[in-house]
């Protein structure tokens, strides 16, 4: 007589009698029903968390490249023709020409930058001024979006474009005067005056990043050479390239660009510290994350192991009608596998959930906290992000089902290897 396959229509069929069978009569156990809840919400929080994790370094990623320099290319000191050590670029429009010839740059934009106090209506803000080009301003995504941004650029010629931030602590909105104060003045007999002179706001941007919105003025480039004294300089120039995360390999070709005396900053160089820290954060909490989901189907074994010792008679009856250890084995697996499949399913519904909802979730939370759950001076973003990814579900739903499988396998074997004689003897 030929042996039935693995995972035959009976074995299925006894599994679900054990499943749905009454506490009362050995079916499921109190710790089944634990163990289902807690893999659902392992599962649940492990996926929201590498949810909330994706979306923080996305969001954290495309603020810095919506609003800063990609490459950053700098001089080093010299003289300038006053006998001035300083590190300016003196031919900026000619290394700026023969930079955009470099494969892979989209944009070269000449800046000016100085630190300054901004004052209006007896308010004071410490910030850092760029002087650029309007048709460059239009060009930086974060600082030019419409529908984020106040005002017109089109007024940028006669003004300055402020961060929200810096309007918030100044208090003022379009068309107001902001007074720019820088202390290196011009040069007197009583020592140095410090500079100063009141500019229209233009506009009003808002990057997405507090840092940027509290600290940052743009200011036309011929304009800021004028008022730091740069005329005919720039301090630097800013460069977008094609495919930022994959920057390191722009480096040798922009340094042979800029010729002698360039130095390279990326903005991997300036933000990759955080991001390795992010980095090591992330991998740190997929562990303990994925420890809860072991502790979770850990539950499965307890289970397990009192339907064995309840269906012990059962188990003697159909190994003498002839069953063999793999189906016995089989069949207990099947019940066991069958929880974490269901809390694994369950868990990824509720982290899908909580992933495309987080923003009136997180409304809720912030309500019911009386307000400052999220601090942007803190997480220097406005929001808490999520970002599902194929990959990020894939990992929590393998890592969930491959520890039920695994877990699963002791208890049905000792359910498979239990002596007939021995469960029917006081029967």
Request: aromatic share 10%; net charge neutral.
């Amino acid at each position: 007589m030929r042996a039935p396959p693995p995972f035959a229509p009976f074995e299925w069929l006894i599994a679900w009698r054990y499943l749905r069978a009454k506490r009362a009569e050995g079916g499921v156990s109190v710790m089944t029903w634990i163990s289902l809840v807690g893999i659902t919400l392992a599962v649940f929080a492990l996926i929201a968390t590498l949810a909330v994790r994706s979306g923080f370094r996305a969001e954290f990623v495309d603020t810095i490249l919506g609003s800063n320099a990609h490459v950053t290319v700098y001089h080093v000191s010299h003289q300038n023709d006053a006998g001035q050590t300083v590190r300016t670029l003196p031919d900026y429009k000619t290394m700026a020409d023969s930079v955009r010839g470099v494969p892979g740059v989209t944009r070269v934009a000449p800046l000016v930058k100085g630190q300054v106090m901004a004052t209006a209506n007896d308010s004071n803000a410490g910030v850092e001024v760029f002087g650029i080009a309007e048709d460059d301003l239009r060009a930086i995504p974060r600082i030019a979006d419409p529908e984020t941004g106040r005002g017109a650029l089109d007024a940028f010629a006669n003004g300055v474009a402020i961060g929200s931030g810096v309007a918030q602590t100044l208090g003022v909105g379009l068309g107001d005067k902001v007074k720019l104060i820088s202390p290196n003045g011009v040069k007197t007999a009583f020592g140095v005056s410090p500079r100063v002179k009141s500019y229209e706001v233009a506009y009003i941007f808002t990057a997405g990043r507090y840092d940027i919105d509290r600290t940052r003025i743009y200011m036309p480039f011929a304009e800021a050479q004028l008022y730091f004294d740069r005329e005919g300089v720039a301090d630097e120039l800013e460069i977008i390239v094609e495919q930022p995360e994959s920057v390191e390999r722009y480096v040798t070709p922009i340094a042979q660009a800029a010729g002698a005396g360039a130095l390279i900053w990326t903005w991997q160089d300036a933000s990759g510290g955080f991001l390795k820290a992010l980095d090591m954060e992330d991998n740190v909490m997929f562990v303990i994350l994925s420890v809860l989901v072991l502790i979770a189907t850990m539950n499965i074994v307890s289970g397990l192991i009192m339907l064995v010792k309840n269906k012990g008679r059962d188990i003697g009856i159909l190994r003498t009608m002839g069953l063999t250890e793999g189906s016995v084995m089989r069949i207990f697996f099947i019940c066991g596998s069958f929880t974490g499949i269901i809390g694994t399913v369950m868990g990824v519904a509720l982290g899908c959930l909580f992933a495309i909802y987080i923003d009136p979730i997180f409304g809720a939370v912030n309500w019911l906290s009386g307000g400052g759950a999220w601090d942007p001076s803190i997480r220097g973003i406005y929001f808490l992000p999520a970002k599902l990814q194929l990959a990020d579900v894939m990992s929590a739903v393998v890592l969930s089902l491959g520890l039920s499988f695994v877990v699963t396998i002791f208890p049905a074997r000792r359910a498979a290897r239990l002596n007939p004689v021995e469960a029917l003897r006081y029967e």
